[in-house]
C-alpha cells in the first residue's frame, strides 16, 4: 500500500478547478489560462517560506462554499488514486474557510463529503488532518483542538486522523500550542507538527520530538543534530520529507542538499510526501523518484520507506 502523510488541501487542487471555481464565483485571478496562472501562482526554487505562504491567498480565495470543499476534495481523492496511492491524509485548516459566512460545521461537512465520495468512485482510503496556524494565538489552536475531539468521538465517520500545527515558522514558536497538543494527546489522537523548516528553528523541532509528536513535518534541520536524530529514532518518530517543497522555501538550495538519505541511514523513519500538488508541482511518487535520482535512495530504501509511511498512518 501506498501512503501519503502529508498533502495540504489548499495547495493540492486542479488548476482548471481553481479557474472554474473563480470564473463561477466571480473572483479575480492574475490569468485564466492554465499554464499562464500555474506559473503565476507556483513556488519556485529560492523563495522564503513566507513568499510561499502568501500564495495561498489565489487558492483559498477560491475555497469558501461548500461546493468547492467538496469538489477539491473529491478530485483530490481521483488524482491521488493515479498516481498510485492507496491512502491519503488530507490536512487543512477548517478556520481558513469561512469568509464567506460558512460554519465550521459546514465547512467540515463539506471537506468529509468530497472525501467519502471519492473512496467510494476511486477505491482510496482517506482521513483529515485539523492544521492550526502557529501565527494565530493560543486560544485559536485550543478551539481546533477541541473540535479534532469532538468530531472524533462524534462522529468517528468523519475519519479525523490527527492534529497539526503549520504556517510560518520564524519567530512563532510552537510551545504556545502547548494546550492544544495536551489536548489532543489525551483524547488519543495523533499529532504532527510542522518543524525544522527553516533556519534557527532548531529548538523548535527539539520541542516537537521531546513532546512525543507522532510525525514531524519536513524536519530538515534534525541532520544537524546528531543526539536529536538518536532521539528521533528512540521515539519512533516518522520525518515527513518535502524535498521539492523545501528547495521552494529555501532551507536547501537545491534536491541533493536534502538530507533525507543520512536521517535514513541513521535509522530514523522517513517518508516521502508532496506537500502541495499545485503549488509545488509534484506527487509523492515524483519526489521518491528525486529521492533515487539525487539522494542515493535505492529501490529497497523507497520499499522501506513507504512501509515506514503506512506504519505512521494515523488510522
Known amino acids: 500500500m501506498a501512503s501519503e502523510l502529508h498533502l495540504h488541501l489548499d495547495g493540492s487542487m486542479r488548476i482548471h478547478t481553481l479557474i472554474d471555481l473563480a470564473k463561477h464565483d466571480g473572483i479575480k485571478l492574475s490569468s485564466y489560462e492554465p499554464d ?7 513556488f519556485k526554487q ?14 483559498l480565495s477560491v475555497m469558501q462554499t461548500k461546493y468547492a470543499l467538496s469538489r477539491i476534495a473529491y478530485e483530490i481523492c481521483e488524482d491521488q488514486k493515479n498516481k498510485g496511492v492507496d491512502y491519503a491524509e488530507i490536512r487543512y485548516c477548517p478556520f481558513l474557510h469561512k469568509e464567506s459566512g460558512l460554519k465550521i460545521e459546514d465547512i467540515i461537512n463539506s471537506v468529509h463529503r468530497g472525501l467519502k465520495q471519492g473512496e467510494k468512485d476511486f477505491g482510496i482510503k482517506t482521513s483529515q488532518i485539523f492544521c492550526a496556524l502557529r501565527h494565530q494565538n493560543a486560544d485559536s489552536s485550543v478551539e481546533l483542538a477541541i473540535l479534532a475531539c469532538y468530531y472524533s468521538k462524534r462522529h468517528p465517520e468523519y475519519q479525523i486522523a490527527g492534529f497539526d500545527l503549520a504556517c ?5 514558536p ?3 500550542h502547548d494546550e492544544a497538543f495536551q489536548i489532543i494527546q489525551k483524547a488519543g489522537l495523533k499529532l504532527t507538527i510542522h518543524a525544522g523548516e527553516v533556519k534557527d528553528s532548531l529548538d523548535y523541532l527539539r520541542y516537537a520530538i521531546s513532546i512525543g509528536a507522532n510525525r514531524i513535518g519536513h524536519g530538515v534541520l534534525l541532520a544537524d543534530d546528531e543526539k536529536l536524530m538518536q532521539q528521533a529514532k528512540a521515539f519512533g ?6 524535498v521539492t517543497s523545501n528547495v521552494h522555501t529555501g532551507i536547501i538550495k537545491e534536491a541533493k542538499e536534502h538530507p ?21 508541482q509534484t506527487t ?4 521518491q523518484r528525486i529521492a533515487k535520482r539525487f539522494l542515493g535512495f535505492t529501490e529497497s530504501d523507497i520499499k522501506k520507506c513507504e512501509q515506514y509511511s503506512d506504519e505512521a498512518r494515523f488510522i
Not at 46 to 59: A, I, P, Y
Not at 168 to 172: G, P, Q, S, T
Not at 271 to 277: G, R
Request: hydrophobic fraction near 40%; include cysteine; charged fraction near 25%.
Open 284 to 287: 509523492m511518487r515524483r519526489e
Open 237 to 242: 518518530t516518522t520525518i515527513e520529507c518535502c
Open 174 to 176: 510552537p510551545w504556545v
Open 260 to 280: 533525507a538519505k543520512k536521517l535514513f541511514d541513521a535509522g530514523v523513519k522517513i517518508t516521502f510526501c508532496a506537500d502541495n500538488v499545485l503549488l509545488s
Open 46 to 59: 529560492g523563495m522564503t517560506q513566507k513568499e510561499c505562504l502568501n500564495t495561498f491567498s489565489t487558492t
Open 168 to 172: 510560518a515558522e520564524a519567530n512563532n
Open 36 to 42: 499562464e496562472l500555474v506559473e503565476q501562482i507556483r
